[in-house]
């Protein structure tokens, strides 16, 4: 059994708890231990890549000293979990053992089936750290194509980024918005009913713009997928 360390990240618990409590449910149904530091805070990205380089490093070390000890972090966020494995080293942090979830499902549980029921259609966005850092590739997929009921389409453009970026959204607003209808067309083009993705920073981002537009097009975590079952469905929250 693997000692796991939820590491929800800014985003999800303050703005998104159901997919980290999802998080858990699915790690815990494949047999994981999971614990939930309290003592977590940011990865420091934010800071890093606004220019606060020391509030990063001391972010840094502290993530080391509160996950230390388990057999492997897992982050619902591709975006913090190349954070920590690409940039805190260069901060000067020891890693403790870090994966982006649908990695250490496939990696290191190894597993694509787990269980789940989602009787909806889904297209899915791989997101910028998740595909270009962490270089999850295929993993998502291969676990969305076996979750029973789904209905999965090809997102055009998929590697698009969806405009983003944490704080390029403010700096960059009209590029941002440029991208981001761009991104929303591509999903509207799939007929999706469901927008998911290993990110709730792009979900958010695109979520709010088809939500504008009313489309009705649900943006759902991958986490909250994979933990839904037949006997314990998904339930909507909003967004």
């Keep these: 059994m693997e000692k796991v360390a939820l590491f929800a990240t800014c985003l999800t618990d303050t703005l998104y708890p159901d997919t980290a409590r999802a998080a858990v449910r699915l790690l815990e149904r494949l047999g994981c231990s999971v614990d939930f530091p309290l003592g977590q805070t940011c990865c420091g990205q934010m800071h890093f890549n606004t220019g606060y380089r020391r509030h990063a490093v001391d972010l840094a070390g502290r993530f080391q000293q509160v996950f230390a000890g388990y057999d492997a972090v897992v982050a619902p966020s591709g975006s913090c979990a190349a954070m920590v494995r690409d940039v805190h080293p260069r901060l000067g942090a020891g890693t403790p053992r870090t994966f982006e979830l649908s990695e250490f499902l496939v990696d290191v549980l190894g597993v694509t089936e787990v269980g789940a029921y989602f009787p909806h259609r889904v297209t899915y966005h791989p997101t910028c750290h998740s595909l270009r850092m962490l270089g999850v590739g295929e993993k998502p997929l291969a676990l969305l194509r076996a979750v029973r009921g789904l209905d999965l389409v090809e997102l055009p453009a998929a590697t698009e980024c969806c ?36 990110d709730n920073s792009c ?7 088809l939500s504008r537009l009313r489309a009705g097009v649900r943006p759902v975590h991958l ?3 994979l933990a839904s079952t037949e006997e314990e469905p998904w339930t909507p929250a909003s967004r």
Excluded: P, Q, Y
Excluded at 203 to 209: A, C, E, V
């Design 203 to 209: 979900l958010m981002h695109i979520g709010g713009g």
């Design 223 to 225: 986490a909250e997928i």
């Design 163 to 198: 405009g983003f970026g944490g704080t390029f959204a403010i700096k960059n607003a009209d590029t941002s918005t440029a991208m981001l209808a761009d991104k929303m067309r591509h999903v509207l083009d799939t007929g999706a009913e469901v927008l998911t993705a290993g």
